[in-house]
């Protein structure tokens, strides 16, 4: 046995030495120098006779292991198997990942925000750590607070886009980054707060039940509001004759009275309430209006009057534009004029030139066309001749100065009134409010009694 110690453990020092001599693989062929015959070998011819084993050669991978013990009869040497040993490709960066690559929750619906973190819905460890990049810092999950912006669906640290959490879960109604924010149509958009104060919860505008809607976040809270508020009036007048001091006291009593009858309502204005005071924009009482106020009510009214005349002018013109339209649909009709044929009447120049226009309406012609609500032919003051269908229009075909002058005359005009109506309504609304603090004036001043004594 200690010859085949000494052989077996030769043949280990010469493959563990890198030994490539045929002599040191055949003695590697049975582990503690037995051969699958139970022979021992000596010599290398010895095995080069010995074509029992066709594995001798494959076997080699397994002579490394250590050899069982010896003395021990229960130890056995163990059953080789022909198995070719592959390593397995490592692929790179691989070997860093801790765990499977996270995946960005898809967008919830209904416009909801997504908040908690990129890696909020999967379950992960403490020392787990997402490496992004996230954020305008472009650094990684390490759990801490992250909501994601609505447009361009990155996630942002709490900290970095100056954003609480408290604040971002309960009162951020859709979040917009900073870089993806213009101030028009997409900005972080935030829901209105609880009034009592102190509270951050949202307010209960945005229930679904139009009864159920309050600026406060719950009924105790609106309690709270009503109470605070009854606190600052003062519980008792400071005297008797301080009867308008609204007490406590007071207060609750208008509140039992009115509940009976379905609470509160808007009542009259406290002044400006006298019926009559006024008739076609001035007062009917002494006293109302100042010197200045009255001239500058009669001045506007009179501007009014003046721009309500251009209005008035303005739609005559409208109407000679159709009628002008309505003559060449009729010299059409009647074979004068073909579709292409300009068919503008000169009588259309004094269109939208309002003095020019006021000239035209005076003459007798002017006056018979809107009489007769019909434009004929022009009267032959200039000796002009033609037949009296087509007199005084342009027989041209497709005539380029006068292409679409229907269509560019009629808005013409339209814009002109537009801006005449915009000037006479800003005008009377002048007036209104002027009338209004005057009324307010006068019957504040009959309630209180109040005079001047002038002393000399």
Known sequence: ????????????????????????????????????????HESNST?????????????????L????????????????????????????????????????????????????????????????????PYCICRGPDDHR????????????????????KETGEKLVERFVCPKCTDGKRHYTKYKKMCSLVGCKLPARLYSKNVD???????SDHCDAWWSSMIATLPQKAAS????????????????AATAEKGGWQLGDKPFGNIEGLWANGLPTRPGVLNDEEQTFLQTSAAERLALGNEIVQYKKMMQLIDRANQRRQAAIEAGKFTKD????????????????????????????????????????????????????????KRCKPHNGWYKL??????????????????????????????????????????YVEILE
């Open 212 to 218: 159920d809607r309050s600026v406060f976040c719950s």
């Open 1 to 40: 046995m200690s010859d085949q110690n000494v052989i077996g453990n030769g043949v280990l020092e010469d493959v563990e030495m890198g030994g490539t001599e045929q002599g040191a693989v055949g003695h590697s062929n049975g582990l503690n120098g037995h051969t699958p015959n139970g022979h021992s």
């Open 240 to 255: 008797k004759k301080a009867v308008e001091v609204l007490t406590q006291e007071d207060f609750m009593g208008l509140l």
């Open 341 to 396: 044929s300009c068919g503008y009447d000169w009588r259309l120049d004094t269109v939208s030139v309002r003095a020019q226009f006021t000239a035209w309406l005076e003459t007798a012609e002017g006056q018979a066309t809107f009489k007769t609500d019909k434009l004929d032919a022009p009267l032959d003051t200039d000796g002009a001749t033609g037949e009296p269908a087509v007199r005084g229009m342009c027989d041209k």
């Open 409 to 450: 005359l009629m808005s013409a005009v339209r814009v002109l009134i537009k801006e005449t109506a915009t000037a006479a309504a800003s005008k009377l609304e002048a007036e209104e409010v002027m009338r209004q603090e005057a009324e307010a004036r006068y019957e504040r001043r009959q309630l209180e009694n109040n």
């Open 47 to 63: 095995t080069t006779e010995q074509p029992h084993n066709n594995n001798t050669h494959t076997s080699l991978s397994f002579g």
């Open 145 to 164: 607070w992250m909501i994601s912006c609505d447009v361009c669906e990155d996630w942002f640290h709490g900290e970095c886009v100056s954003l609480e």
């Open 65 to 132: 292991k250590s050899d069982p013990d010896v003395n021990d009869p229960s130890s056995s040497p163990p059953e080789t198997t022909p198995t070719k040993m592959k390593s397995a490709a490592k692929k790179k960066g691989t070997a860093a990942k801790k765990g499977p690559k996270r995946t960005r929750a898809p967008k919830m619906k209904g416009g909801l925000k997504r908040i908690g973190g990129p890696g909020a819905n999967e379950g992960s460890s403490d020392d787990e750590t997402d490496n992004g």
